[in-house]
């Protein structure tokens, strides 16, 4: 058994640890953990949307590309293929990553005449709150924007 000590140590490191994670500024602990709420209920809210887009969006979309989301040990094997050039689509997909909070772990591209990109995507905070589904409708939604400001249909 710890002492007192360190058991507020190891609170104290838990309660820094949440507020590190949800990107809090607080520095008292009920503060820290009343940001720390806030940020999971607006992280529940991203998945509902997420989930709504997904439900609408299932009809097949004729998009010139298509993504496929797989799920690895750590997070996401993400490919997106197109047998056509797609100027801009890579920073599309790219902002989209961040959006969800993953991290580029491994990327190959090809943007030359076509375009291929298959990359590894981490979640290490939240790895339980998005899962391959989630991932795969929000590029989808990415490309579908990309798709509809370069004049694709």
């Known amino acids: 058994?710890?002492?007192?000590?360190?058991?507020?140590?190891?609170?104290?490191?838990?309660i820094k640890e949440l507020g590190s994670v949800s990107k809090s500024e607080a520095v008292n602990k009920t503060s820290i953990i009343v940001e720390a709420g806030k940020y999971i209920q607006e992280l529940k809210e991203?998945?509902?949307?997420?989930?709504?887009?997904?439900?609408?969006?299932?009809?097949?979309?004729?998009l010139p590309v298509k993504p496929t989301v797989e799920t690895i040990e750590k997070g996401f094997r993400i490919t997106v293929i197109s047998e056509e050039d797609c100027p801009g689509l890579l920073v599309s997909i790219l902002e989209t990553f961040e959006e969800l909070g993953l991290d580029v772990r491994d990327a190959n591209v090809s943007?030359?005449?076509k375009f291929h990109l298959q990359a590894i995507g981490e979640n290490e905070r939240h790895a339980d709150e998005i899962d391959a589904q989630v991932v795969k409708s929000?590029?989808?939604?990415?490309?579908k924007n990309w798709s509809d400001s370069n004049g694709e249909d």
Do not use: F, H, P, W
């Open 138 to 143: 929000a590029i989808l939604k990415a490309i």
């Open 1 to 14: 058994m710890g002492s007192k000590e360190e058991r507020r140590a190891a609170l104290y490191q838990k």
């Open 111 to 113: 943007c030359s005449n």
């Open 46 to 62: 991203k998945v509902e949307k997420l989930q709504e887009d997904i439900t609408s969006s299932s009809q097949d979309i004729s």
